[in-house]
């Protein structure tokens, strides 16, 4: 994704109008996709293969509640930003979805579409940095390996070049 292009997020409910309502107000700023329930939006995700920058998810969903699809979502997607928006406001919906799904903000609904857009535009910026870190890290350790075969190369050329034919 890059910078000029609108982040993907991806709403998850299992209220057909919530997740709706929440596309018409964030599809001027987002490439917002929608899912209904947490099996659906680990599908998507699986399909988005890595566009989605921010999941913002419910609580109470049948079959998979918001605090273990968010959980799911850090193991398989560790570098998307997770926010909770939920109807429940009880300090256990707080400390399991917190503890679980480890995410950047917990939202409670109704949440004003200021207060929801600030919370997902943070959610882009974490997930871009996470990227970017992530990205270095690779570069980094792609450039030590080649330093380490080079060294190799010049201390020893007759086992470098066998070395060479054979993973030919």
Do not use: W
Request: proline letters at 5%.
């Amino acid at each position: 994704m890059s910078n000029n292009e609108r982040p993907a997020i991806l709403c998850v409910d299992d209220e057909p109008r919530v997740v709706e309502s929440l596309a018409l107000t964030l599809r001027r700023d987002y490439q917002v996709h929608t899912a209904l329930g947490g099996e659906e939006g680990l599908r998507k995700l699986a399909e988005a293969r890595g566009k989605v920058a921010v999941v913002v998810s419910d609580m109470r969903m049948p079959a998979m509640d918001g605090a273990t699809f968010l959980h799911k979502v850090m193991i398989d997607h560790p570098g998307i930003s997770r926010i909770l928006l939920t109807g429940e406001t009880g300090r256990d919906a707080a400390v399991s979805a917190v503890n679980q799904g480890q995410i950047l903000r917990f939202l409670t609904k109704p949440c004003p579409p200021d207060q929801l857009k600030a919370a997902i535009d943070a959610g882009v910026i974490q997930y871009r940095l996470v990227n970017a870190e992530r990205s270095v890290l690779q570069e980094t350790v792609i450039g030590c390996i080649q330093a380490l075969i080079d060294v190799l190369a010049i201390t020893n050329p007759v086992a470098f070049g066998r070395a060479s034919r054979i993973k030919r």
